[in-house]
């Protein structure tokens, strides 16, 4: 089975950086997603890792460490607009499994 | 490019009633993914379907639910008779898949589901 844990709610200020963790532990392990999903709207792509590392996407990166079951979802330059929620999601064998995902509230 | 569509958007049944989902894929994507999210959570796969095979249904509460994917592109997913523990948001998604690979699931909008 799959057990992903993230934190529940997150506050930050405008255009400072916040950085999303998310654990998991798996039974097979085929890459970690980070989706977005505004209040009442599907959930949107943001990333994909499956190497350890940092990937990087203008103003999002998310790294993985598989040795450590652990990813990060950094976001830099807050606007208004990222709030909302950020769900961490591993793909096993052949399903995605989400976490809770964690509500980011952005303030002026 | 046509994103997943889903209808209805929003829908209100008593308990003990019939009600369907459908939904459209992005053209060209065999796989096709029926998801329920409740207040606060993430998203739980209900079923996933390869072209018209339904390869994952383990979360599906066959009891009550049912799916069906005719000709590989849209499909239904019906819930008979509704309880009140139904109530969420089922989402629908599709992607990719070629040769086991494949990762970017598209979402829909979603379906949300009130049973009173």
């Known amino acids: 089975g799959q057990n992903i844990d993230q934190p529940t709610e997150m506050t930050a200020t405008e255009g400072a950086i916040v950085q999303i963790n998310c654990t998991y532990q798996t039974s097979g392990f085929n890459g970690l997603f980070w989706y977005q999903q505004h209040a009442g709207e599907a959930p949107t792509f943001l990333s994909y890792n499956v190497l350890d590392g940092l990937e990087e996407k203008g103003r999002f990166s998310s790294f993985l460490s598989r040795s450590k079951g652990y990813s990060y979802l950094l976001l830099k330059e807050l606007q208004m607009k990222d709030s909302a929620s950020y769900l961490c999601?591993?793909?096993?064998?052949?399903?995605?499994?989400f976490g809770k995902g964690t509500m980011l509230l952005v303030s002026p | 490019e046509a994103g997943v569509v889903q209808s209805p958007r929003y829908k209100i049944i008593e308990k003990k009633q019939p009600v369907a989902f459908w939904c459209n894929p992005i053209s060209g994507h065999n796989t096709l993914y029926w998801y329920r999210q409740n207040l606060g959570q993430g998203p739980e796969l209900l079923i996933r379907?390869?072209?018209?095979?339904?390869?994952?249904d383990s979360q599906l509460p066959k009891d009550r639910f049912s799916a069906e994917r005719l000709k590989g592109v849209d499909s239904t997913l019906k819930i008979q008779p509704a309880e009140l523990g139904d109530s969420a948001v089922y989402l629908c998604a599709s992607s990719l898949v070629t040769a086991g690979e494949g990762y970017e699931q598209y979402f829909g909008p979603g379906t949300r589901l009130t049973v009173t």
């Open positions: 379907y390869e072209n018209e095979e339904a390869v994952d």
């Open positions: 999601a591993v793909k096993g064998y052949s399903t995605l499994t």
